[in-house]
């Protein structure tokens, strides 16, 4: 097998097999309304299924129209991300909930419009030829992170800024010029977290979740037990008390699921699959024609992080070691939205291997 075949199977197998997982898991749900992320399994599965392939169906578009042709169409495609964004605060469209506007509801579609805009950026930075072009490119994911305050999502925010650094990084913007302003940056925005009374709740129910069982230490400890029933072996799919307990079960705690229901090797497996990606993304990134092209480095690094930062963000978070901050695992979870983007972040990384090919291929 040749590395440019490799690359793509290390990208692509997994993906296939994270969005199978998460399936599974949506549909293994039980019939129980009222549950955040689960309710009627059918419904949800269904709803599920139709995100997999219309982000299959969007990478596989992505992949053969190119990386060039994006390249031209990135402003356009930035613009109109933003401006899905901004439509959740359109009466009639957005919908608020838990005192933020974070999704869109158009009829029978509804969802989130972060995802979209993070990619967006990626593409924004990568097709930034020049130090002028990457100014207004940076400026440009600066509007898109306060954007995203506003709404308040504040996790999103924060991955929009890594996408943008890491962008920036890839196209061989010296460290030594943006670290100092990524952590500048994130501190700003984990202090201004800290000014809503929700996150306050989230920290304390984190730090100390034996006091706060009525509010989000309920859910800290739900994750703590879900996490020691499965730590041996699964208790069974669809059998876990973390679908009955926690708030979005299949979504913000799909990784949860997993490691209570499939044991150690569910939760090895996506882990695995991660890095198999990650891989992958390194190996595109280093790929023979990308290596002399600073906008195929930016935009492997930019989309590598757009794909990886949530998912290593809900692992913490399932795993004990972050406050809860609602935040969906790519493929795996129950986010229609967040499946379609994805599509189109693993057909540009596709993109990448087939135009450039990759060296050894």
Not at 11 to 21: D, K
Not at 27 to 55: E, I, T
Not at 116 to 123: C, E, H, R, T
Request: charged share 10%; glycine share 14%; with cysteine.
């Amino acid at each position: 097998m040749g590395r440019r075949a490799l690359t793509l199977c290390l990208l692509l197998v997994p993906a296939v097999g994270l969005g199978a997982l998460g399936l599974v898991i949506v549909a293994a749900a039980p019939a129980r309304p009222g549950a955040a992320g689960v309710g009627a399994p059918a419904h949800f599965a269904a709803r599920q299924l139709v995100g997999l392939a219309c982000g299959a169906a969007l990478g596989a578009f992505v992949a053969r129209l190119g990386t060039r042709r994006l390249y031209a169409a990135a402003p356009f495609v930035f613009l109109a991300a933003l401006a899905i964004a901004l439509a959740v605060f359109v009466p009639g469209l957005g919908v608020r909930a838990a005192g933020a506007r974070r999704w869109i509801h158009l009829g029978p579609l509804s969802g989130g419009a972060a995802p979209f805009l993070i990619g967006a950026v990626a593409l924004l930075v990568a097709a930034a030829r020049d130090a002028g072009g990457r100014r207004l490119a940076a400026t440009g994911a600066l509007v898109a992170v306060l954007a995203l305050v506003v709404e308040p999502d504040f996790s999103a925010a924060a991955i929009a800024l890594a996408v943008a650094f890491a962008a920036l990084a890839g196209g061989g913007v010296a460290g030594r010029r943006l670290l100092p302003a990524a952590g500048l940056l994130l501190i700003a925005l984990g202090f201004g977290a800290t000014r809503f009374g929700y996150v306050d709740n989230r920290i304390r129910g984190f730090l100390s979740p034996e006091s706060d069982r009525r509010g989000k230490g309920f859910e800290v400890l739900a994750l703590a037990h879900a996490n020691a029933a499965g730590a041996s072996h699964g208790v069974g799919l669809g059998h876990g008390s973390a679908r009955h307990r926690l708030s979005s079960p299949a979504s913000d705690y799909a990784l949860a699921l997993v490691g209570e229901e499939l044991g150690p090797a569910g939760t090895f497996s996506v882990v695995a699959a991660w890095l198999a990606i990650g891989a992958a993304v390194v190996l595109a990134a280093r790929s023979s024609g990308a290596g002399r092209d600073p906008a195929a480095r930016a935009l492997a690094a930019g989309l590598g992080t757009a794909l990886a930062a949530p998912a290593a963000l809900h692992v913490a978070v399932c795993r004990g070691w972050l406050p809860i901050i609602g935040v969906t695992m790519p493929l795996v979870s129950y986010d229609p939205a967040l499946t379609f983007a994805s599509g189109a972040e693993l057909g540009l990384l596709a993109a990448i291997v087939l135009e450039k090919g990759i060296a050894g291929a």
